[in-house]
């Protein structure tokens, strides 16, 4: 079945400090790769996302995603963090299915604290 | 155009009612889809459509249906509502062309079953 895991459930960092959160996946074939962003009280925003073509992915707001194909990942970096990143980060796939348009499945998000 | 809406905002229902959840898109879009937002979990799918007329079961389906009758409307019904239920339920649509597949979500509909 297709899944997406996200490996960091809950990251604190300070202000300025860099950051990665990790996401992969479980299928071969082609996909669409997204990351979205909640803050709090807010429905889902797209930070970035990747069809194909140039495997780094530049977002809004600093952000930037690389696909590595052999690893089935796509991680979100950004290299100085602010206080406003504070926030829960989803990374998403989109699995095609064959005559049947595909599924978009979540990973289970990673909730991002930054100190100021 | 208004994009994805969805009503109600905010909702409290007693287990074993039932309900729907409205969702309407404007752009056309043939692809639409449910999910529920839980915590720790991320957002899980329900059901989704291709089209008027078709539709599938997602990651989470037990205790919902869903019908599809027009491009624009995807309503998901909860028939006996347990607190299990008790979520935060988004829905989505995108266009049909191959290779486009990002989603527009809706704002959210809170639900609360006592």
């Known amino acids: 079945a297709q899944s997406v895991s996200q490996h960091n459930h809950h990251v604190i960092l300070s202000e300025a400090a860099s950051l990665e959160l990790g996401c992969n996946y479980s299928?071969?074939?082609?996909?669409?790769l997204f990351w979205y962003v909640q803050y709090p009280g807010q429905h889902l925003q797209l930070l970035l996302k990747?069809?194909?073509?140039?495997?780094l992915v530049k977002g809004i707001k600093g952000f930037e995603a690389e696909f590595i194909k052999s690893k089935f990942s796509f991680n979100l970096r950004k290299p100085s963090v602010q206080w406003s990143d504070t926030a829960e980060y989803f990374c998403?796939?989109?699995?095609?299915?064959?005559?049947?348009?595909?599924?978009?499945?979540f990973g289970q998000g990673t909730e991002l604290s930054v100190k100021p | 155009n208004a994009g994805v809406t969805q009503t109600p905002k905010f909702q409290v229902l007693k287990t074993g009612q039932s309900m729907t959840l409205q969702c309407a898109q404007d752009?056309?879009?043939?692809?639409m889809s449910w999910y529920r937002q839980d915590p720790g979990m991320g957002l899980r799918l329900i059901h989704y459509?291709?089209?008027?007329?078709?539709?599938d079961q997602g990651e989470v389906p037990n205790g919902y249906n869903v019908s599809r009758s027009t491009t624009e409307d995807f309503p998901l019904r909860l028939l006996s509502a347990a607190p299990s239920q008790t979520s935060v339920y988004f829905c989505?649509?995108?266009?049909?062309?191959?290779?486009?597949?990002?989603?527009?979500f809706g704002p959210g509909t809170r639900l609360t079953v006592l």
């Open positions: 752009m056309n879009h043939e692809y």
């Open positions: 990747y069809f194909s073509g140039d495997p």
């Open positions: 998403a796939v989109f699995f095609p299915i064959y005559n049947q348009g595909g599924k978009l499945i």
């Open positions: 989505a649509s995108k266009t049909g062309l191959a290779g486009n597949n990002e989603q527009f």
């Open positions: 299928y071969g074939g082609t996909v669409n």
């Open positions: 459509s291709v089209g008027a007329g078709i539709t």
